[in-house]
């Protein structure tokens, strides 16, 4: 027991001091970052046909299909978006970054504490990785008030990842069901999205919000850690809040 | 003081109670109203003792010359209260429950009925006597009216009279002792600590403590109940108030005992304590609807035992108060228990009857219940067994434990130590308990219906359980004034005047509350209601006023899968194989395993479907089985050694036999 | 250059002995049986029909399926304990069918098809690359050893020889998630173990091998780097330097945290015997990699079976022969300690040809590869048919889908409290086994 003590004073603090600083590129490396056109570059029907699940059209990317590939980065793009851009929209087409569009945050009467419920619907795995992550020391959720819970019933949030296969429609309609209200739900990763990858394979859903109301979306194949924590905290009204660059 | 009639009501309350036996023959329905009758007579009766003073029937004398009467003092008083609120309910049931058996068990049931009445108000212990026989041979009548396998019942029904006549031997024995120490019956108090003395006290222990089911007689509780599936007003009847007849015998022979050396109470202590740990975690493992209920019997028994057993050595240690205090927790451990037990063997028996089933884990997909009252009923029945508040078992355990506190006041190391490991079984077994009744009650209870079935409708069966549970909520919140009112029964076994331990404290009104000793613990039953009340109104209004706010139902949640599904669902059985596992020391769990079906090839194959039981063993029944083998050996070999069936050895037998004789004469001669 | 794949032994349908054939799949179109024989150390693979071959199912079957079989079992009392398939303490969509009187496990069905997402099927007719962005996102904490199983199958295929900078790079990516998947195994054992500090520790570690590989990889889970036309594949010299630097950081800070953990009492005490599988019951079940080196059998395709750049490299393989959780908890520990070495080689011999030949546009030829790779929870098999450049069927068996068998049978007899040791120190992975 010492010996544990003594170690986690000899490595000091690893937590990262996001959200009141910008994340460090080792907490967010390049495909982190949202694919753009780069400046002063249209965007060339190359990187509109390259892209493997259609994100790119002419007029811009569709950040919720986005699979983080870097296929377009020789067509002229590079991973120079913003890390944190959840949107309450399906992002379909781009929205400002990061703004909760149609009103405040959902569960910012909750105050400052929110219990996570997460629920796997036909994941890769990295997406429920990325975000039982953010409990681990470097991130370490508990300190913004966020705690995971392993029941519906405690929950304040459902957060899903992976594509809906149909086995798990019913199951996350109870799970969703279970959930006392005021509550939110989370559509992490391009496949709660809107399929990811995947999108369009026969037996597959498209989307979460196929099957219960989504109030969030968080772009990424995987989001990294700091991407859901900015979801979260987004749900109470406590993200960072800094001027798009 | 009394008044003349009352004896005389308690005359024809009495006869009455047989009456209806001979009336059953007749019409069945006869024989329980006239039994419902006598037992409200009787009720009334006892109440009005308690309420005046003793009463005297008419008297007669005696073959033995002596005077006999039927009559109640406070302490009779009190268990024929317990006993008639009990019958009362079994008998309005019983009118509507009977009706697919023979007119035997209606017969059986008056004669039980009356026997207790008559060794209740016997004024001697040879009518006493008269009426324990007669209680006995007619339980055993009750016992084989069961349905079922013939050779269970009937090895049941053997145990239990086996059992019984055991008891009326020791009784005897306790009885006859009495007899040459004060030369009456029922006069006392005999003091001294001399041997016969003590002889008396062993030998009305164990007697009565046999009929009670204490350890190590237990065995005659649960048996003959578990296995007979003995009907459900019979099982009400055997586990409620026979037992409450054997607290009575020992209560009253206790009581003739005048300055009781210390180890009485300890070893009464010492039964009291195991039997209520056994009880418990038997009751808790137990499968039978109406096993568990035995089961629950025996702790509460036991329950009964513990505070006699702190009266008796606070009495040996002059702490009168503390005395007073346990014998009051014992009278109120003795109704508490008998009106609770009452309601879950009649749920047990509707229960039977709507799924045709004992089996705890077996009991569902039966019809909804319709009888209003009877869920209600049994639940708080359930709860006050499990010492929830503001309940009748609550108030008696909370105040059995409370004098088991003050065993730090014994003189003896000795004593203090009994005291607290016996006070860490009660306590073990409060929680074992709990266990058993969210089984009964989950399972036996709130199955789940399954659609279409329709339940047989009981007419009156629910607004008996119902107005058990009611009595109980009543025991419970009115404790105080109940204990007033058995004031007189403890006095009557003081020998004393005594004081209700009720008093105010603590800005709660004068006789509002119980007070456990000077200093210790204070409990007020009716603020308990009154808070739980005012919450619910703060809670009621809030949700009123908060507007808008709906209930929304959804189903349990299940990890995601569909709950319920058929073969899914926690079994009652499963529910307490956490405490088979624990305990398999004890318990003696063992698991048999037998592959069904045909062996195929290993691997990936189907493996081999099996079938799995997992038993538990009370180890008491062991060493009765060891005894009946042993016993069984033994006269095989007197059989053969001295009865080889030839008719030389016989001749010469009777030749011995009559030198013998002749040689006796000639020498007294 | 160098080839990648596996021949494929036009052998004869001769009998094969009991006892030796361990592992086999049957592709739909043209068996394929697959034998480990480890009493000679070697693998027969054979592609005729052999009747009555004990097969594992390779196409996954959509919809909820068992994944492993269990005895029927009747008794008073006796339930089915539904647990799944959201649940709690499995951070994956699958399904346990409990049977049991309560507390005690009589068998254990573990159930998948939760997570069906049709990889195999829905990749027909993609161009490779393609496909890889689906086959890596199989599994994504395993994708390193899927894409290259994969991609060796497919080069195998088109007999397309392969820079061998190539095959270094993505040995490096494979024993770079051997490390994470280990090193979060152990968390995760730690966690049911409640040791709270210690898990913390060794969580925090992980992390920091994610973030080596987003640093190198330029993706924290390496998506997309191993696949031809990837962004990232030039780990350069300075790439090198760095990861050497980092990795001696980390493997100094396992070394410590891991003889805290084995220290703890209540940690190992908890483990031990816990889940046994005997090394009979891991041969017959068809269990592999740490799996079956911690039940006393020394396979490790890394060594029996090498594909270069192993063929040039000293592999050590540790063994257990206890078979319980703590025994394939310690194959974990000592393997990441191996795969440090294994790395400190790789950057030692790295060839010197640096610039990677992007492939060659036009595909050598039509056929069919198979691939073997020894992904962290154990042999990954993948059988593809490639024409013009597009995958033409593709079939796969992963180490999940070898081991549930072995998991439901470890789990016989075992209690409720043992479910969560038992699973995490198996390593499985409903995602690569539905697929
Ligand atoms: S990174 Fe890949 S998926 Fe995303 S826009 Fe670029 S090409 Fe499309
Ligand atoms: S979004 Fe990407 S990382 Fe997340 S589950 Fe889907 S494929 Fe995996």
């Known amino acids: 027991m010492f010996g544990w003590l003594g170690r986690s004073a000899a490595r000091g603090i690893l937590t990262t001091r996001y959200p009141d600083a910008p994340p460090t590129p080792s907490e967010a490396p390049v495909s982190a970052h949202a694919p753009e056109p780069r400046p002063a570059v249209p965007i060339s029907p190359n990187a509109v046909a390259g892209c493997p699940v259609r994100a790119i059209a002419p007029d811009g990317v569709d950040q919720g299909r986005c699979i983080r590939c870097a296929r377009c980065l020789a067509q002229g793009f590079e991973f120079s978006g913003p890390v944190a851009l959840a949107t309450a929209k399906r992002p379909d087409r781009p929205e400002g970054p990061g703004a909760i569009l149609g009103g405040a945050a959902p569960l910012a009467r909750l105050g400052r504490s929110i219990h996570v419920f997460l629920v796997d619907v036909g994941s890769c795995n990295a997406c429920n990785l990325e975000v039982l992550s953010i409990a681990h020391p470097q991130y370490d959720a508990s300190r913004l008030g966020i705690f995971f819970t392993n029941s519906p019933r405690h929950a304040d949030v459902l957060l899903v990842v992976g594509v809906p296969t149909e086995a798990m429609v019913e199951p996350l309609r109870r799970a969703y069901d279970a959930i006392p209200a005021p509550k939110a739900v989370v559509a992490t990763g391009a496949c709660a999205i809107r399929g990811g990858v995947f999108e369009g394979t026969p037996g597959l859903r498209s989307g979460v919000d196929e099957i219960v109301p989504v109030d969030l979306y968080v772009p990424g194949c995987p989001p990294p850690p700091v991407a859901v924590l900015d979801a979260l905290l987004r749900l109470i009204g406590r993200e960072r809040t800094e001027a798009p660059t | 003081m009394s008044a003349p009639y009352l004896g005389i009501l308690l005359t024809a309350a009495v006869v009455g109670l047989f009456a209806s036996a001979p009336a059953a023959v007749l019409a069945r329905r006869i024989g329980y109203g006239i039994a419902l009758a006598s037992s409200l007579l009787l009720l009334a009766v006892a109440i009005a003792t308690l309420a005046t003073g003793p009463v005297h029937g008419i008297a007669w004398t005696g073959p033995l010359g002596d005077p006999e009467s039927l009559q109640l003092d406070g302490l009779s008083a009190f268990f024929a209260l317990a006993a008639s609120l009990v019958w009362t309910a079994t008998s309005a049931y019983s009118i509507f429950y009977d009706d697919r058996r023979s007119p035997g068990l209606a017969v059986c049931y008056g004669l039980t009925l009356g026997a207790i009445a008559l060794l209740v108000s016997a004024s001697s212990f040879l009518l006493f006597l008269i009426g324990w026989e007669i209680m006995t041979l007619a339980s055993y009548g009750m016992i084989l009216q069961a349905t079922g396998r013939g050779d269970r019942i009937f090895s049941a029904a053997f145990v239990f009279l086996a059992f019984g006549e055991a008891s009326t031997l020791l009784v005897l024995i306790a009885v006859a002792a009495f007899h040459v120490l004060s030369g009456g019956f029922l006069e006392g108090p005999v003091s001294g600590a001399g041997a016969l003395t003590s002889l008396v006290f062993v030998a009305a222990l164990l007697g009565f403590g046999l009929k009670m089911g204490v350890a190590p007689f237990h065995l005659s509780e649960w048996l003959p109940i578990a296995h007979s599936s003995a009907p459900s007003n019979a099982s009400a009847v055997l586990s409620s108030t026979l037992t409450l007849a054997g607290a009575y015998g020992l209560f009253r022979v206790v009581s003739d005992l005048g300055s009781p050396p210390a180890w009485w109470g300890g070893l009464m202590l010492a039964i009291g304590a195991i039997s209520v740990l056994l009880g418990a975690l038997f009751a808790s493992v137990s499968e039978h609807t109406k096993g568990l209920p035995a089961y629950s019997t025996i702790e509460n028994n036991g329950l009964i035992l513990v505070a006699l057993g702190v009266a008796l050595l606070a009495e040996a240690n002059g702490l009168t108060e503390l005395a007073v205090f346990a014998l009051f927790a014992a009278f109120f451990q003795a109704i508490a228990h008998a009106v609770a037990k009452t309601a879950l063997f009649l749920s047990a028996g509707y229960v039977e009857h709507a799924t045709g089933t004992f089996d705890l884990s077996a009991v569902a997909g039966g019809a909804k219940r319709s009888d209003p009252g009877e869920t209600e009923g049994t639940l708080v029945a359930a709860l006050s067994l499990a010492a929830a508040p503001p309940l009748a078992g609550f108030v008696s355990e909370w105040m059995i434990l409370e004098s088991l506190f003050q065993s730090y006041r014994f003189s003896s190391p000795e004593a203090q130590f009994l005291g607290l490991l016996a006070g860490a079984a009660v306590a073990l077994a409060a929680g074992l308990i709990v266990v058993a009744m969210v089984k009964f009650v989950g399972f036996a209870l709130l199955w789940k219906p399954s659609p279409g079935a329709t339940a047989p409708r009981a007419a009156g069966l629910g607004t008996t359980v119902g107005a058990v549970g009611g009595i109980l909520v009543g025991l419970g919140v009115g404790a105080p004034w109940i204990l007033k009112g058995v004031a007189p029964g403890v006095a009557a076994f003081a020998h004393a005047a005594v004081t209700a331990p009720v008093s105010g404290l603590l800005a709660v009104p004068d006789g509002w509350s119980i007070v456990s000793g000077s200093p210790f613990g204070i409990l007020s ?61 004890i318990l003696r769990t063992r698991e048999v395993r037998a592959s069904v079906g045909p062996v195929t090839e290993a691997g990936l194959a189907t493996p081999v479907p099996y079938n799995v039981d997992l038993e538990v063993l009370d180890v008491f029944k062991l060493f009765y089985d060891d005894l009946v083998a042993a016993t069984a050996a033994v006269s095989d070999a007197f059989k053969v050694a001295i009865m080889p069936g030839r008719l030389g050895r016989y001749l010469a037998y009777i030749l011995l036999v009559t030198l013998a004789v002749v040689v006796y004469v000639a020498v007294a001669a | 250059m160098t080839r990648a794949g596996w021949e494929v032994e036009a052998g004869d349908d001769g009998p094969v002995e009991d006892g030796k054939r361990a592992l086999a799949y049957r592709a739909d179109d043209g068996a394929l049986a697959l034998y480990n024989d480890y009493d000679r150390g070697r693998s027969i693979l054979r592609t005729p029909k052999i009747p009555g071959t004990w097969s594992v199912r390779t196409a996954p079957a959509p919809g909820a399926h068992p994944l492993a079989a269990a005895a029927e079992v009747a008794g008073y009392g006796t339930f089915t304990f539904p647990y799944g398939p959201i649940s709690a303490g499995v951070p994956e969509a699958g399904k346990f069918e409990v049977r049991t009187y309560g507390e005690r496990v009589l068998g254990l069905v573990p159930v998948g098809g939760f997570k069906t997402r049709s990889v195999a099927t829905s990749v027909l007719g993609l161009p490779v690359a393609d496909a890889g962005l689906r086959v890596e996102r199989m599994a994504g904490n395993l994708s390193a050893s899927h894409v290259s199983a994969f991609l060796a199958a497919a080069e195998s295929a088109e007999g397309r020889p392969v820079p061998t900078a190539e095959l270094y790079v993505r040995a490096l990516a494979q024993e770079l998630q051997r490390l994470y998947n280990h090193v979060r195994q152990i968390a995760r054992v730690a966690e049911a173990a409640a040791q709270n500090v210690g898990l913390a520790q060794v969580h925090a570690l992980g992390e920091e091998i994610l973030r080596l590989q987003g640093s190198v990889f330029g993706h924290r889970w390496m998506f997309g780097a191993l696949l031809p036309g990837g962004p990232a594949r030039r780990v350069d010299a300075a790439d090198r330097d760095r990861l050497e630097h980092a990795l ?96 400190e080689q790789l950057f030692d011999r790295w060839p010197t040809e640096e610039s990677i030949t992007e492939p060659a546009e036009s595909p050598v030829g039509p056929g069919r590869g198979i691939a073997r790779v020894e992904a ?60």
């Open chain 3, 248 to 343: 001696g950081g980390i493997g100094a800070e396992f070394d410590v945290l891991w003889s805290l953990l084995l220290e703890s009492r209540t940690f190992v005490d908890r483990l031990q015997s816990t889940a046994p599988l005997s090394k009979e019951s891991a041969i017959a079940s068809g269990a592999v990699g740490p799996t079956l080196r911690a039940s006393g059998v020394g396979w490790d395709d890394r060594l029996r079976a090498p594909t270069p750049p192993y063929t040039d490299l000293f592999v050590s393989l540790p063994n257990e022969t206890a078979g319980d959780a703590l025994a394939r908890i310690l194959v974990r520990g000592a393997e990441i300690q191996a795969s440090l070495v294994i790395l």
């Open chain 3, 376 to 435: 962290p929870n154990g042999d990954l098999v993948y059988d593809v048919t490639v024409a013009d450049g597009r995958v033409r069927r593709l079939q796969f068996r992963s180490p999940s889908a070898a081991n549930w068998p072995a998991f439901a049978a470890s789990m016989q007899d075992a209690v409720f409290t043992d479910f969560h040791f038992a699973f995490e120190s198996f390593g499985l992975v409903f995602a690569e086994t539905d697929g």
């Open chain 2, 525 to 585: 039953p009716p603020v308990v209601p009154i808070a739980i009340g005012l919450a619910s109104v703060v809670a009621w209004g809030y949700f009123r006023l908060g507007g808008g706010r709906r209930t929304r139902t959804v189903e349990p949640w299940m990890a995601g899968s569909a709950p319920g599904r058929p073969g899914e669902t926690y079994t009652s059985f499963g529910y307490s194989t956490g405490i088979r596992i624990m305990l398999r020391s």
